[in-house]
């Protein structure tokens, strides 16, 4: 923790990501009016004590509608990411313990979808499935697990050759147990960064099916809806398009600047690396 907070610009992600955290929790139920009711009567009108970051154009209040777009974009984020992380690390461990045909088989599947843009085969999956928020979590998830997978596999063949898993297998400990005790442990730190880093990345990614109109459907107060509504107010209602994407820029920064912390807090022989080069 005193080495978190020795870096300025760790610091500065992880009180983003908390503030962000904490309006999502609790900023729906402070909110002053209700993001989907519409007032023709307000509507386009610029920030005001009223409304401190303005109205859409169907009057709806927009900081209200930033805050419960942080609920819907963080709890997507949240569970993609975590079943990104489940498939991935399944697959990493079984590919790169068992060896042999298993894993050459896992492997090629990770490389088969590794050659296709993550983006673009989402696109594909989302527009099969239909827009809904629902079927983006199922596209973002489908396409982001590889990483998982590579990283778990490659920790898993460096530890299972050293001498505690040898004498672990010795002595007939369960595979269930030779995995949870041993192997588990060495590949979690690499995970728990490349997720931070990915909650950034699927925040985005949501936001923008959501723009092209394949995740969260109008009246959804939803960050990339907020922006594809706004888009033809930009001129005049500038407050529309920039409050989300404020919004999603900082939280992307703030997930990437903690995510690089946690990489040199969990990792420093990498960080010594970097510092010989």
Same mark, same amino acid.
């Given at each position: 923790?005193? /080495?978190?907070?020795?870096?300025?610009?760790?610091?500065?992600?992880? &009180?983003?990501?908390?503030?962000?955290?904490?309006?999502? &929790?609790?900023?729906?139920?402070?909110?002053?009016?209700?993001?989907?009711?519409? %007032?023709?009567?307000?509507?386009?009108?610029?920030?005001?004590?009223?409304?401190?970051?303005?109205?859409?154009?169907?009057? +709806? %209040?927009?900081?209200?509608?930033?805050?419960?777009?942080?609920?819907?974009?963080? !709890?997507?984020? =949240?569970?993609?990411?975590?079943? +990104? $992380?489940?498939?991935?690390?399944?697959?990493?461990?079984?590919?790169?313990?068992?060896?042999? #045909?298993?894993? /050459?088989?896992?492997?090629?599947?990770?490389?088969?979808?590794?050659?296709?843009?993550?983006?673009?085969?989402?696109?594909?999956?989302?527009?099969?499935?239909?827009?809904?928020?629902?079927?983006?979590?199922?596209?973002?998830?489908?396409?982001?697990?590889?990483?998982?997978?590579?990283?778990?596999?490659?920790? *898993?063949?460096?530890?299972?050759?050293?001498?505690?898993?040898?004498?672990?297998?010795?002595?007939?400990?369960?595979?269930?147990?030779?995995? +949870?005790?041993?192997?588990?442990?060495?590949?979690?730190?690499?995970? =728990?960064?490349?997720?931070?880093?990915?909650? !950034?990345?699927?925040?985005?990614?949501?936001?923008?099916?959501?723009?092209?109109?394949?995740?969260?459907?109008?009246?959804?107060?939803? #960050?990339?809806?907020?922006?594809?509504? !706004?888009? /033809?107010?930009?001129?005049?209602?500038? #407050?529309?398009?920039?409050?989300?994407?404020?919004?999603?820029? $900082?939280?992307?920064?703030?997930?990437?600047?903690?995510?690089?912390?946690?990489? %040199?807090?969990?990792?420093?022989?990498?960080?010594?690396? *970097? /510092?010989?080069?």
């Amino acid at each position: 923790m005193t /080495e978190l907070r020795s870096n300025r610009l760790t610091l500065i992600g992880a &009180i983003t990501v908390g503030v962000l955290g904490f309006v999502a &929790i609790f900023g729906p139920t402070i909110a002053p009016y209700d993001p989907t009711a519409q %007032d023709l009567s307000s509507r386009l009108q610029g920030p005001s004590l009223a409304h401190p970051l303005g109205t859409d154009q169907l009057g +709806r %209040d927009v900081a209200t509608r930033l805050v419960y777009g942080a609920r819907v974009s963080l !709890g997507i984020a =949240i569970i993609v990411t975590a079943i +990104r $992380v489940t498939i991935g690390t399944v697959v990493g461990l079984v590919a790169g313990y068992a060896g042999g #045909w298993v894993d /050459e088989s896992f492997m090629r599947l990770v490389d088969i979808q590794l050659a296709f843009p993550g983006l673009v085969l989402a696109l594909v999956v989302a527009g099969i499935l239909g827009p809904s928020l629902r079927n983006v979590m199922i596209a973002l998830a489908i396409v982001g697990w590889t990483t998982y997978a590579r990283v778990v596999r490659g920790s *898993v063949l460096s530890i299972k050759e050293r001498e505690y898993v040898d004498a672990a297998r010795l002595v007939g400990t369960p595979r269930r147990r030779l995995f +949870r005790r041993h192997l588990l442990p060495g590949v979690i730190n690499p995970v =728990i960064v490349i997720a931070t880093l990915n909650l !950034g990345t699927v925040v985005l990614a949501t936001a923008g099916l959501s723009f092209l109109g394949l995740g969260a459907q109008p009246p959804t107060p939803e #960050w990339g809806t907020m922006l594809s509504g !706004g888009r /033809e107010h930009i001129r005049t209602a500038w #407050w529309i398009v920039n409050a989300p994407g404020i919004a999603i820029m $900082v939280t992307v920064l703030g997930f990437n600047l903690l995510g690089d912390g946690l990489r %040199d807090l969990l990792d420093p022989k990498q960080q010594a690396r *970097v /510092e010989e080069v």
